[in-house]
C-alpha cells in the first residue's frame, strides 16, 4: 500500500473497521424509500456513525454538504432490476472521475461465478491499477453469483474475497455465509479487510445479531445499504451497528442504546 491509500482507508473507516452506508442503489432500484431525500439520509447515518457513505458519481453535489466530515466512495459500475440480466454490471465511472467527484475511494462490484466473471475480473484489474497510480483505496464488492453458486457458501465467499485480493483491491466486501464460525472461513481466506453486504432489509435485530456474527469470526465491519437507509430511523439503526463494529456491544446492548426497541 502507499502512504495516500492508508491515509484514504482512515477517512472511510475508524482504527480499521468499518461502517460503509452504500445508497448507489437508485440506479438499480429507483429513487426508493430513503433515496428521494439522500441529503437526509446520508445526514442521519453519519450522524448515526457510518464512518463512509457510497454513490454513483452524479450524486456526488448532493453528497458532500451532508456527510458531516465522514467518508465518501463512489462506486463504478451498475445494472439495473429492469435490464435484461442484472448480473451484468457494466462502467459507469473512472478512477479519475471518482477523484474530481471528491472521493476518498472507490469501489466496483464483481460477480464470481456468474457469465460476466472474467470481463469484470478484467475490469476490476484495471480499476485497482489506476487507482493505485492515484493512491486510492479500491472496495472491491465480490459476490459468489452464479449458475449453481450458492450466494452463502463459506467456500465459495473465500473464493470471492480471495479473488479480490489477487487482483489488487484494498477492501472488500461480500455476503454473508449465515453464522460466524462458517465466516471465520471467509474471513482467513484473504489478508485484506472482509466486510460484509447488508442485502435485503430484515429486522433490527437480525440486523444487528448479523453484525455481531461478522465481528466474533473476525470480519472488519460492514457495507450495508437498504438494511440503513430504509429504516424509519437510519440514525438510530446506524448507531446500533456502530456500536457492535465500533465499541464492541452485544446485540441487545447496542439496540438498547440506539433506541430501537428490543425485539423478541
Known amino acids: 500500500m502507499t502512504t495516500g491509500i492508508d491515509a484514504r482507508l482512515e477517512r472511510i473507516g475508524t ?48 453528497v458532500h454538504d451532508n456527510k458531516n466530515g465522514k467518508g465518501y466512495i463512489v462506486h ?6 429492469i435490464g435484461p440480466d442484472e448480473q451484468d ?3 459507469t465511472g473512472t478512477v479519475e472521475e471518482a477523484i474530481r467527484a471528491g472521493a476518498d475511494a472507490v469501489s466496483f462490484h464483481i460477480n464470481v461465478g456468474s457469465n460476466y ?8 484489474s484495471e480499476v485497482t491499477e489506476r487507482a493505485t497510480r492515484f493512491g486510492i483505496p479500491v472496495l472491491a464488492m465480490a459476490y459468489a453469483r452464479g449458475p449453481g453458486v450458492d450466494s452463502a457458501d463459506p467456500e465459495a465467499l473465500g473464493h470471492a474475497v480471495r479473488l479480490a485480493e489477487e487482483v489488487g483491491a484494498d477492501l472488500v466486501k461480500t455476503g454473508y455465509s449465515g453464522d460466524a464460525d462458517s465466516f471465520q472461513h471467509v474471513v482467513e ?9 447488508g442485502g435485503s432489509r430484515g429486522s433490527d435485530r437480525e440486523t444487528v445479531e448479523m453484525v455481531r456474527g461478522v465481528m466474533d469470526a473476525g ?3 460492514v457495507s450495508m445499504g437498504r438494511s440503513i437507509f430504509q429504516h424509519e430511523d437510519p440514525e438510530a439503526i446506524a448507531t446500533a451497528v456502530s456500536g457492535v463494529v465500533h465499541d464492541d456491544r452485544s446485540a441487545d446492548d447496542a439496540l438498547a442504546e440506539s433506541g430501537l426497541a428490543l425485539e423478541v
Do not use: W
Open 76 to 81: 463504478l459500475n451498475a445494472s439495473t432490476t
Open 117 to 124: 466473471e472474467p470481463d469484470q475480473i478484467t475490469q476490476l
Open 219 to 221: 470480519g472488519a465491519g
Open 15 to 62: 482504527d480499521g473497521s468499518y461502517v460503509i452506508v452504500p445508497m448507489d442503489h437508485g440506479i438499480t432500484m429507483g429513487a426508493v424509500q430513503g433515496l428521494k431525500d439522500i441529503e437526509s439520509t446520508i445526514d442521519a447515518v453519519t450522524r448515526g456513525g457510518a464512518d463512509a457513505v457510497l454513490t454513483q458519481k452524479g450524486i456526488a453535489p448532493r
Open 89 to 91: 454490471k457494466r462502467m
Open 189 to 197: 481466506s484473504t489478508r485484506l479487510p472482509v466486510v460484509i453486504a
